[in-house]
């Protein structure tokens, strides 16, 4: 397996210190919504994981939360609110994003805040070694005593020079040296130190997180292709000039960052596409498969065709699933060793993914076209499944009969669910929707029978009429309220009557 480390420039074979994988990926400063650049980050480094796993490795994964901040004490400020309420509210609000992407939880999260012992520690323990130097209650690290800072960036002292400057108010002994501990200013959040009041510096705190969670050599750190300069080459020095271990980090991996058109999505830019943004239109499948569908380390280009495609794919992968395998898992049968070996081949050059979905959906049109060939794909489709929703966190969606209304059931036609399920209430509403429009058909009414499935659409829900009866399919989950107010325009009320919630026509 071979991996592309940003310390060397160069793809290196992968070989870790041990059997447990030592990961940490830098999290979030939860000051606004999250939007697609995180997406891609997490999405990105939740699959390196699912693969490692999938490789056999143990992997203990370790992101941090930085809930102390300027950003979040300017943002704070303007809203009249805490810090700490601020950090609470977006913190709670992208967990739930990662959620409905299926990102799995990293082993351990530690909070900056509740981090302050093992921060000062270090601290201290680089002034104690004459990389650092308290400066009126700031602590500053002494970039200088670094010869191989910039090994990481590849940059020369001059190109890192640029920019860098002393900013009225700080003691710093050479514009390149940063901040370790801010004294603090009159109404910000503070903890006690030896220089006396302030709060931690962003880079100390993932120093600090790491080392203590998962020692002093890490295997895998990742990031964005923006954190390198100079988050971790700060992290880097740091870490290895506290504990004098190098290397900190084995494998160095960065993600491209995510465009619109030909710029950078960023928040100064203003052309973020929040992650709630993108799940009102796509499935989180879709958003997937968008992401995956280029490699890691070049840039996404965000374009509402690509994600319309990446939903096409969802649909077809949905459609394999749920194919029944003719032969019953006996007689003569697809193989699917060489897809499963082009997915591996794939994912062991440095993660690969756009050619692992390309293996993918080769073995989904090998086993459509087994399946119209009358041989079996029982295997076959488990592997699929198997590589889509381990490997690639694809939740590849639930066929579920619906309930508690019969009608559509009676068709004969499971309910293609893309992305999360709805609600039982939610469904009830739609399911009443389409018996609706099945009984204006029955009656020859179709304008108003196209109307409803017009309107449907608009909310997420496509109705489709195949040979064999009616497909339902949530491509995104509409509100409850958006159904009512429709169904208020048709006449149906919902009423309670001791014998449960019923549907009236009040025409
Ligand atoms: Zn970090």
Same mark, same amino acid.
């Given at each position: 397996m071979k991996v592309f480390n940003t310390l060397s420039g160069e793809k290196e074979e992968f070989s870790p210190q041990g059997d447990e994988i030592k990961m940490y990926v830098c999290g979030v400063t939860p000051y606004d919504e999250a939007h697609l650049g995180h997406a891609m980050s997490y999405i990105i480094f939740d699959v390196i994981r699912r693969y490692l796993e999938f490789r056999g490795y143990k992997v203990k994964y370790v992101q941090n939360?930085?809930?102390?901040?300027?950003?979040?004490?300017?943002?704070?400020?303007?809203?009249?609110?805490?810090?700490? =309420? *601020?950090? $609470?509210?977006?913190?709670?609000?992208?967990?739930?994003?990662? %959620?409905? *992407?299926? !990102?799995?939880?990293?082993? !351990?999260?530690?909070?900056?805040?509740? &981090?302050?012992?093992?921060?000062?520690?270090?601290?201290?323990?680089?002034?104690?070694? +004459?990389?650092?130097?308290?400066?009126?209650?700031?602590?500053?690290?002494?970039?200088?005593?670094?010869?191989?800072?910039?090994?990481?960036?590849?940059?020369?002292? =001059?190109?890192?020079?640029?920019?860098?400057?002393?900013?009225? +108010?700080?003691?710093?002994?050479?514009?390149?040296?940063?901040?370790?501990? #801010? %004294?603090?200013?009159?109404?910000?959040?503070?903890?006690?130190?030896?220089?006396?009041?302030?709060?931690?510096?962003?880079?100390?705190?993932?120093?600090?997180?790491?080392l203590k969670y998962l020692g002093n050599t890490l295997d895998i750190h990742g990031g964005g292709q923006d954190l390198i300069f100079p988050h971790h080459e700060n992290e880097i020095a740091q870490s290895e000039s506290f504990t004098g271990v190098k290397p900190f980090v084995k494998y160095w991996l960065h993600n491209g960052m995510v465009q619109l058109g030909e710029e950078k999505m960023s928040k100064s830019l203003g052309n973020l596409v929040t992650i709630k943004q993108a799940l009102e239109r796509y499935s989180p499948d879709a958003i997937r498969i968008f992401v995956l569908g280029s490699h890691y380390r070049s840039p996404l280009t965000y374009a509402e065709e690509a994600l319309e495609a990446a939903e096409g794919g969802v649909e077809r992968l949905l459609r394999v699933i749920s194919r029944d395998d003719p032969t019953g898992g006996k007689g003569e049968a697809l193989g699917a060793e060489p897809y499963r070996k082009q997915?591996?081949?794939?994912?062991?050059?440095?993660?690969?993914?756009? #050619? %692992?979905?390309?293996? *993918?959906?080769?073995?989904?049109?090998?086993?459509?076209?087994?399946? $119209?060939?009358?041989?079996?794909?029982?295997?076959?489709?488990?592997v699929l499944a198997?590589?889509?929703?381990?490997?690639?966190?694809? #939740? /590849?969606?639930?066929?579920?009969?619906? =309930?508690?209304?019969?009608?559509?059931?009676?068709?004969?036609?499971?309910?293609?669910?893309?992305?999360?399920?709805?609600?039982?209430?939610?469904? /009830?509403?739609?399911?009443? *929707?389409?018996?609706?429009?099945?009984?204006?058909?029955?009656?020859?009414?179709?304008?108003?029978?196209? &109307?409803?499935r017009g309107k449907l659409? =608009?909310? +997420?829900?496509?109705? &489709? $009429?195949?040979?064999?009866?009616? $497909?339902? #399919?949530?491509?995104?989950?509409?509100?409850?309220?958006? /159904?009512?107010?429709?169904?208020?325009?048709?006449g149906i009320a919902l009423e309670d009557t001791p014998k449960g919630t019923v549907w009236k026509q009040k025409r």
């Open positions: 939360v930085t809930d102390i901040d300027d950003k979040i004490i300017n943002r704070a400020n303007k809203l009249g609110i805490s810090p700490r =309420e *601020l950090a $609470d509210k977006f913190t709670k609000s992208y967990f739930d994003d990662m %959620a409905a *992407l299926n !990102i799995g939880k990293p082993d !351990i999260t530690p909070y900056a805040t509740e &981090e302050l012992p093992k921060i000062i520690e270090i601290v201290q323990g680089l002034i104690d070694k +004459g990389y650092a130097y308290p400066a009126q209650g700031s602590v500053y690290f002494r970039v200088r005593n670094v010869p191989d800072y910039g090994k990481l960036s590849h940059r020369s002292p =001059e190109s890192m020079m640029a920019g860098m400057r002393i900013e009225p +108010g700080e003691e710093k002994e050479n514009p390149m040296d940063f901040v370790l501990w #801010k %004294a603090s200013k009159v109404d910000e959040p503070t903890w006690e130190s030896p220089w006396g009041p302030g709060r931690p510096g962003w880079h100390i705190e993932c120093s600090a997180m790491s997915f591996i081949e794939a994912m062991d050059d440095d993660f690969n993914t756009p #050619k %692992a979905l390309a293996a *993918l959906f080769d073995l989904a049109r090998a086993i459509n076209q087994a399946a $119209d060939f009358g041989i079996g794909f029982k295997k076959a489709k488990n198997t590589l889509a929703r381990d490997v690639l966190g694809l #939740k /590849l969606g639930i066929v579920v009969t619906p =309930e508690p209304i019969k009608a559509v059931a009676s068709t004969g036609v499971p309910t293609v669910i893309i992305g999360s399920p709805p609600t039982p209430e939610v469904e /009830l509403r739609v399911n009443r *929707l389409v018996e609706e429009r099945e009984k204006c058909r029955k009656e020859k009414n179709w304008r108003q029978a196209d &109307e409803i659409a =608009e909310l +997420g829900v496509a109705v &489709e $009429d195949t040979r064999t009866g009616t $497909d339902i #399919k949530y491509k995104r989950v509409p509100s409850e309220e958006s /159904l009512d107010s429709l169904m208020a325009e048709l």
